[in-house]
């Protein structure tokens, strides 16, 4: 807001100096001399700040810190209650999620608390005396969106000339972002600072130069938040954040270099079986043949594993790959082999359905995957074999997962460090069940989080000839 702030004011100072200078007769013309003092203040469009938020609730937050920003001067707020309005859940509607609060981990209540609403834009135009909300995106000095909001706008229209002259991009809850569609992210990174396809009616004469020799992206400030790290935000980060005056990547992490596995149930076995792949490209074909060759066969062939088993897949693509695999050898897998799968896009009542057929023993087999637990975060009960295709983003499902059989999730792993649940919390014998992960080399993001920072260097390390390590 200080930014936006500070443009306006040169902006209107050197619009009075010229102004004036115009009226003054006996000032030298500039065509023949230099102005006394340099204006070149402008950028293509008006907009200076993008942010970018996953969900209307959190875009509510930003805008109410924003406006708390705002100088004395500036007296009203035009539309800010009709903006409180419609990024607030409905009137009279009730957040039956801060209500049940106790059924669900702290985070999950943080993120999905009030409008969850994911497709969202607006901008705000701050003059001398007033902000106005809703403002046109070339009349606004801030845009408040989600990436897929901003995304449907420029497709739409066919007009992305409002994100010429970003100088400061906020990205909010990138771990957020990833659990959506991360494509819409792309798409509007790539579309920062690029040269407008029309002038939009811009005085050339006061254009700061680098913003003409194509030089701007160099001088954004970009800021993205997360609350871990993934290859995707590096990638994001790399391409799209290349400031002349470097970088900084400040890590902190939630569960700490000792990781989350002191939150697991003791006495639980958990079996992490590493594959190698020589290129990033082949990975998910060499994690897809390593499961469906290796781990499955193992599954198929033990009495226990081969029902009861619920197999997590992280990435959404994965979990196609693999259900369409099941599907066409099921007969061929085993003569009784049976599975069901949910993720985020199944309907309610096929889930319903088939947590009941999983729970009761009519289906051997499980598929969920991550996204499918980062926005339902049900219990998933009735199994005593958990096999995590890939490490997890979110580390804390981890401990989670695997604690199903005994405690409810407000009694699992919390950022807070609460105590792992105790087997005797439900009638569950911790020998019984077992865990297992595949995992690769380029996993070691997500390790580092679930294992610990010791523990996934001696996992990954290249000379390392065991490729399977058990925890207990």
């Not at 003054?24 to 970018?52: C, G, H, N, W």
């Not at 989600?146 to 002259?165: A, C, H, V």
């Not at 938040?225 to 400040?250: K, M, Y």
């Amino acid at each position: 807001m200080n930014h936006v702030l500070k443009t306006r004011t040169r902006i209107l100072k050197n619009n009075e100096y010229l102004a004036k200078q115009a009226l003054d007769k006996s000032a030298p013309s500039s065509s023949s001399s230099t102005p006394a003092r340099s204006t070149l203040d402008q950028s293509f469009t008006r907009p200076k700040v993008l942010v970018l938020t996953p969900f209307r609730n959190s875009a509510l937050s930003w805008a109410q810190h924003l406006i708390s920003y705002l100088p004395p001067s500036i007296t009203s707020v035009e539309n800010f209650p009709r903006f409180v309005s419609e990024y607030s859940l409905p009137e009279g509607a009730t957040d039956k999620l801060v209500e049940d609060r106790d059924k669900y981990p702290p985070d999950h209540v943080e993120t999905f608390r009030g409008n969850i609403d994911d497709a969202f834009r607006c901008g705000v135009k701050v003059t001398r005396k007033t902000a106005k909300m809703f403002a046109e995106f070339y009349q606004a000095d801030v845009i408040l969106a989600s990436p897929l909001g901003l995304r449907t706008s420029i497709e739409k229209d066919g007009d992305s000339d409002f994100l010429s002259s970003i100088e400061v991009l906020i990205v909010d809850q990138m771990d957020v972002m990833l659990m959506q569609n991360w494509d819409h992210v792309q798409f509007v990174l790539d579309r920062l600072n690029s040269l407008p396809a029309t002038d939009h009616g811009i005085d050339f004469s006061r254009v700061k130069p680098w913003y003409l020799d194509g030089l701007s992206p160099f001088l954004r400030q970009s800021i993205l938040l997360s609350s871990f790290d993934a290859p995707e935000i590096r990638g994001a980060w790399a391409r799209a954040c290349r400031n002349r005056a470097g970088a900084v990547r400040a890590l902190g992490t939630v569960e700490g270099p000792e990781g989350v596995l002191d939150r697991v149930p003791s006495g639980l076995r958990q079996v992490w079986t590493r594959f190698e792949v020589a290129d990033v490209t082949d990975e998910d074909d060499r994690r897809f043949e390593w499961f469906t060759t290796k781990t499955l066969p193992t599954l198929l062939k033990s009495a226990v594993s081969s029902s009861q088993t619920l197999v997590f897949v992280p990435s959404y693509f994965d979990f196609v790959r693999l259900k369409r695999y099941l599907t066409k050898h099921r007969s061929s897998l085993a003569s009784d082999f049976s599975f069901a799968a949910i993720s985020e896009y199944t309907p309610t009542p096929d889930v319903s359905r088939a947590r009941g057929a999983f729970f009761a023993g009519k289906v051997k087999f499980l598929l969920v995957t991550e996204r499918f637990h980062f926005f339902r975060r049900y219990r998933l009960r009735g199994a005593k074999t958990v096999v995590f295709y890939a490490p997890p983003s979110h580390a804390s499902y981890y401990p989670e997962v695997v604690s199903f059989p005994f405690a409810p999730p407000s009694a699992v792993t919390t950022a807070s460090g609460a105590p792992p649940p105790r087997p005797e919390d439900e009638d569950v014998d911790a020998s019984e069940l077992s865990a297992h992960v595949l995992f690769s080399r380029l996993d070691v993001l997500r390790l580092e989080r679930i294992v610990g920072t010791k523990d996934a260097a001696r996992m990954c390390r290249a000379d390392e000839g065991e490729k399977r390590f058990t925890f207990v």
